[in-house]
């Protein structure tokens, strides 16, 4: 199991300003960020980190989203990084994330969650390789 796990604040929160009380709830659950950039995903960039979603319905309209504006991309660490990320953000659909969760506060609809994190330890890392040189993680 690895104690990584990747994070990207999508372009709904950030033009929302609430990239920083996000940074804040993911520094205050503990996790210690290893690596930050914010950058703009151009919409090759977005397919291609999406591409394992190609085939579903929703993929034009992901793509178009998260290269609509600015994101946070991120590799945080902690024990457990993973699984106690996904808590920390909550369900995707903002109206069944728990109380408390970062998309239950943050987000607005399915579609516009606020917030990614990886879904396995092997995705993590695949997704920060995408984002981040080693040079980049500390």
Do not use: C, W
Not at 17 to 30: Q, V, W
Not at 50 to 61: I, Q
Not at 103 to 113: I, P, V
């Amino acid at each position: 199991m690895s104690n990584r796990t990747l994070t990207m604040i999508k372009p709904d929160a950030m033009k929302k300003g609430h990239a920083g009380a996000i940074l804040d709830k993911i520094i205050k659950a503990g996790f210690r960020i290893v690596a930050i950039k914010q950058l703009k995903l151009t919409t090759e960039k977005a397919g291609e980190f999406y591409d394992v979603h190609r085939a579903r319905p929703f993929f034009g309209e992901l793509v178009e989203f998260m290269s609509s504006g600015v994101i946070i991309a991120a590799i945080l660490e902690k024990e457990n990084a993973v699984p106690d990320f996904r808590k920390l953000i909550g369900a995707t659909d903002p109206a069944k994330a728990e109380e408390g969760t970062i998309r239950k506060l943050f987000a607005s609809s399915l579609g516009e969650n606020a917030i990614h994190g990886s879904d396995s330890d092997e995705n993590a890392k695949i997704e920060g390789d995408f984002f981040f040189s080693a040079l980049e993680k500390f």
